[in-house]
């Protein structure tokens, strides 16, 4: 594959976006951004590209008409700018189907647990984190898989642990858990951009070589 066209969608502060971009500028991901989708304008994220001269739109499904003219809206803007792959950064909403089956087998998502624990709708940010530490689990961590129509949904590529401490709350395990998604989804990115993703029969891996 080599160079990574990608576009990422994001609705929050945007650090898993910046820890892309950062991969991309010091050669641990070889990636064009071509695009930053946000679904709110108040987001840290669009900040981060126009820092860094990324192109970023901001598609709310309620500045359309209907939904049809939403979801042109949003293929039009991947398919313009060139983009390949689609990472979700923090993106809150869930993506078009139309988009997800133009993009089949291309769009990652990460996530602050591991899945398939702690996932679906409604479990995000603060949620996943306090669910664990109310189950009394001893490890969380991050889970990069490929996006389908379910939430938190579809093969899992790779995972990562973090231990869950006696005296964690919620903030102290998110802290933790977010410095792994940092380094990791960078990586999963890079091994894609290296035609290292292989998916077989439901299942997905990232090979060595
Ligand atoms: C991250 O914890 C990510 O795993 C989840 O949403 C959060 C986004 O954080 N999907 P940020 O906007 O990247 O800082």
Avoid at 92 to 121: C, D, T, W
Avoid at 199 to 208: N, P, R
Wanted: hydrophobic share 45%.
């Amino acid at each position: 594959m080599g160079l990574l066209k990608l576009a990422v969608l994001a609705s929050g502060r945007g650090s898993n976006f910046e820890a892309l971009v950062r991969a991309g500028k010091d050669g641990r991901l070889n990636a064009q951004f071509a695009l930053l989708i946000v679904s709110k304008p108040d987001t840290g994220a669009l900040e981060i590209a126009s820092a860094h001269g990324i192109p970023a739109i901001c598609l709310r499904r309620g500045d359309f008409e209907n939904r049809g003219a939403f979801v042109a809206a949003m293929q039009s803007a991947l398919v313009a700018s060139g983009a390949e792959t689609l990472a979700l950064a923090g993106y809150m909403k869930k993506l078009p189907p139309e988009v997800i089956s133009a993009y089949a087998g291309r769009i990652f998502n990460i996530h602050p647990g591991l899945l398939p624990a702690f996932g679906g709708q409604g479990m995000f940010g603060r949620h996943v984190h306090q669910a664990v530490l109310d189950a009394g689990c001893k490890v969380s961590g991050v889970t990069v898989h490929l996006v389908d129509e379910r939430y938190d949904h579809g093969p899992i590529v790779a995972q990562r642990c973090v231990p869950v401490l006696p005296d964690d709350d919620a903030q102290t395990l998110a802290a933790r858990v977010l410095k792994e998604e940092h380094c990791l989804f960078a990586e999963v990115l890079g091994a894609v951009a290296q035609g290292r993703l292989c998916v077989d029969s439901g299942q997905a891996w990232l090979s060595s070589d």
